[in-house]
C-alpha cells in the first residue's frame, strides 16, 4: 500500500511539474512578395507598392516569446526594407529595418529574411516600408497575444478588430514626393484618409470601399488601433460609444474613458468599446489635428460599427470629433495616459540620468538655384539636416568601416534662443552631416525634444527604434532646466516608442541605453524625415558577449 501511495505521489507530482513548465516558443513564418498591384479608390485606378497584393498588408500574429521569420522577397523597381516598429530586437538590428541605418536596402529581385524573437513584449505594434515614401501603401498590424495562460489585465473582450488608418494619394506617392522634392516645397497632400486602406461613402466611388463591422448588443469589442498615416496627426471616435483606452504601442495603461483618441503617425492604441447602445449603424471616424497655421488633408475618413440585424439602409450617424486645432483636448488627452505599474507590469523609469540632451527642432530654408523659389525647405535636430549615409551605420560600426559616420551629434544647440518667442526665418547657419550620438552602454539617458518657432511652431511625432521610454515630462513653451523636472511623473509615466511633442512646446523622456547598436531616432511625419529631421544613437557594447551587438546574418543584404 505505501508503495502504491508512494508510485501516486510521483504522478501528481510529475503532472503538476508538467503544467508549471512554460510554454514552449513557437516559430512563426511569413512570406512577404512586395509587388505592384492595381488598387482603385476615389473613382481613380493605379498601380502600387503593395505586400501579398494587400492594402494594407497582412497581419502578423505571434505571442510573447515567440520566434518570427519573416522572408521578404522585392519585385518592384524600388530597393526598400521593412522596419517592425515598437518591437525592441534586443542586440539584433539587423533585423530593426530602416534603410541605411541597420541595413542596406533589398534590392530588387531579392529576397531578405528578418528574423527575430518577441521578448518581453505583447499588444499591438505594427510594420512598414522604411525608405522614400513607400510606406504610404506597404504597411500592416503586428498583434502579440500575451503567452498562453496568460489574460490581460482588463476585462477579456468577446472579439478584437484591428484598425489601421493612412492615408491615399490618387497619383503615384513616389512621383508626388519626388516632385516636391525637385520644386524644394512640401508635396502635395493626399486626396484622403483610410479605415484599413478604405476612404468611406463620405467620399466618391466610395460605398464598396467601406469597412464595416458587425457587433451584437451587449458585448465588448477590442480595437487595435493604428496610425499608418504618413503626415497626420489624427482623431478618432465612434457615434454614441465611449472607449476605453487600455494600452498604447504595446504597454499597458491605467484604464481611463473617453470620448474619442488622439493618435500621431507611428502610434498604436488599444481601446475597449462595448455595444450598448439603440441597435443601429454608426459611424467611425478620423480626422486630422493640427494646431498651427500649416495645411493638412482635414477630410474625414469612416467605418461603419454596424449591429447585427441592422439592415443597411439605415443611414449611420456621424460622431462628433474635436475641432481640427483643439490643443486643449489633445493636451488633455495626453496627460490621461498613465503605465500600469503593477508587480507584474512595473514602470522601471530611471530616476538618476547619466545623460542629459536636450534636442532641438527646427525648419529652415537653404539656397536651391533649380527649385521653386529658389529655395528648399529643410529641417534639422539642434541645427543638424541629417543626411543619410550610403553604407548603413550598424554595419560600418560593427565591420568598422571609416568614413560613414561621425559620432559627435551635439548634447545641446549651439546657438541657444528664445525657441518658442516670435516667429525667426534665419537658419542659425544650418549644419549638414551624417553625426549621430554615441551613448555608454546601460547608462540612463534623459532627452528633452524642444519645439521652436524657426518658420513655425508644430507638433513633431518623434520614435524611437530598439526601446520603448518614459514620457516623464510634457509643456508649453521653453523647457525651464531648473524648474520643469520638478513636475516630472517619476511614479507611472508612459511608456511607449513613440511620443508627440506639442506644438511650441517640450516633451522629456528617458530610456536605459541596454540594447547594444544603432538605433533610429526621428520625427514620424515623413515629410519631415525626408527634410533631415533625425538622428541616430549608437549605444555601445557592453560587457560580455551577451550584451554585445549579435554577429549579422548571412543574407544581410549589400549596397
Known amino acids: 500500500m505505501a508503495k502504491q501511495t508512494s508510485f501516486l505521489g510521483l504522478l501528481v507530482f510529475g503532472f503538476l511539474c508538467f503544467i508549471c513548465l512554460p510554454v514552449e516558443a513557437a516559430l512563426k513564418k511569413y512570406q512577404f512578395d512586395v509587388k505592384l498591384s492595381n ?9 502600387m507598392v503593395t505586400v501579398n497584393g494587400g492594402f494594407p498588408g497582412p497581419t502578423i500574429y505571434a505571442r510573447e516569446g515567440d520566434r518570427v521569420q519573416i522572408n521578404v522577397t522585392n519585385y518592384v523597381q524600388y530597393n526598400l526594407s521593412i522596419h517592425w516598429h515598437g518591437l525592441k530586437q534586443y542586440r539584433n538590428g539587423w533585423a530593426d529595418g530602416p534603410a541605411y541605418i541597420t541595413q542596406c536596402p533589398i534590392q530588387t529581385g531579392n529576397s531578405y529574411v528578418y528574423d527575430f524573437n518577441v521578448t518581453g513584449q505583447r499588444g499591438t505594434l505594427w510594420w512598414h516600408a522604411h525608405i522614400l515614401w513607400l510606406r504610404a501603401t506597404v504597411y500592416g498590424a503586428i498583434v502579440i497575444m500575451p503567452q498562453q495562460g496568460t489574460p490581460f489585465p482588463f476585462p477579456q473582450p468577446d ?27 512640401p508635396p502635395n497632400m493626399s486626396d484622403a484618409h483610410t479605415i484599413n486602406g478604405k476612404p468611406g461613402p463620405l467620399f466618391p466611388c466610395s460605398e464598396k470601399y467601406t469597412f464595416a463591422m458587425e457587433v451584437e448588443k451587449g458585448k465588448t469589442y477590442l480595437l487595435r488601433i493604428i496610425n499608418a498615416a504618413l503626415n497626420d496627426e489624427l482623431f478618432f471616435a465612434l457615434a454614441n460609444h465611449t472607449f476605453t483606452v487600455v494600452e498604447i504601442d504595446a504597454v499597458y495603461t491605467k484604464p481611463f474613458s473617453t470620448e474619442a483618441i488622439l493618435i500621431a503617425p507611428g ?8 455595444a450598448n447602445q439603440v441597435p443601429g449603424r454608426y459611424f467611425v471616424a478620423a480626422r486630422a489635428f493640427m494646431d498651427a497655421p500649416i495645411s493638412v488633408d482635414n477630410k474625414t475618413a469612416t467605418a ?9 439602409t439605415v443611414l449611420p450617424k456621424l460622431p462628433t470629433l474635436p475641432a481640427q486645432n483643439d490643443s486643449d483636448f489633445a493636451l488633455s488627452y495626453n496627460s490621461k495616459l498613465k503605465s500600469l505599474n503593477t508587480p507584474k507590469y512595473p514602470a522601471n523609469v530611471p530616476l538618476n540620468v547619466d545623460r542629459h540632451l536636450l534636442f532641438t527642432v527646427g525648419l529652415g530654408i537653404n539656397p536651391c538655384p533649380t527649385c521653386l523659389n529658389g529655395t528648399r525647405l529643410t529641417a534639422s535636430l539642434n541645427n543638424i539636416s541629417f543626411i543619410m549615409p550610403q553604407t548603413a551605420l550598424l554595419q560600418s560600426h560593427y565591420f568598422n568601416i571609416k568614413g560613414v559616420y561621425t559620432p559627435d551629434f551635439p548634447d545641446k544647440p549651439p546657438t541657444p534662443f528664445n525657441f518658442t518667442g516670435a516667429p525667426l526665418t534665419a537658419n542659425l547657419r544650418t549644419n549638414v552631416g551624417t553625426r549621430i550620438s554615441k551613448i555608454a552602454f546601460n547608462s540612463t539617458v534623459e532627452i528633452v525634444v524642444q519645439d521652436t518657432n524657426l518658420l513655425s511652431v508644430e507638433s513633431h511625432p518623434f520614435h524611437l527604434h530598439g526601446y520603448n521610454f518614459f514620457v516623464v515630462g510634457t509643456g508649453i513653451g521653453n523647457f525651464d532646466p531648473k524648474k520643469d523636472p520638478a513636475k516630472y511623473n517619476l511614479i ?3 511608456e511607449r516608442n513613440t511620443v508627440g511633442v506639442p506644438t511650441g512646446g517640450w516633451t522629456a523622456i528617458r530610456f536605459r541605453a541596454d540594447n547594444p547598436g544603432v538605433w533610429f531616432f526621428h520625427c514620424h511625419l515623413e515629410l519631415h524625415t525626408g527634410w533631415g529631421l533625425k538622428t541616430a544613437f549608437l549605444v555601445e557594447d557592453g560587457p560580455g558577449s551577451d550584451h554585445n551587438v549579435l554577429p549579422p546574418p548571412k543574407d544581410l543584404p549589400t549596397c
Open 492 to 494: 507611472d509615466p508612459i
Open 159 to 185: 472579439r478584437e478588430e484591428v484598425l489601421v488608418l493612412g492615408e491615399w494619394w490618387n497619383a503615384d506617392v513616389e512621383a508626388v514626393e519626388k516632385q516636391g522634392n525637385a520644386l524644394g516645397i
Open 39 to 47: 488598387v482603385s479608390r476615389l473613382c481613380n485606378a493605379k498601380q
Open 304 to 312: 461603419i460599427f454596424q449591429y447585427k440585424g441592422v439592415p443597411e
Open 267 to 274: 502610434q498604436t492604441t488599444n481601446v475597449l468599446v462595448r
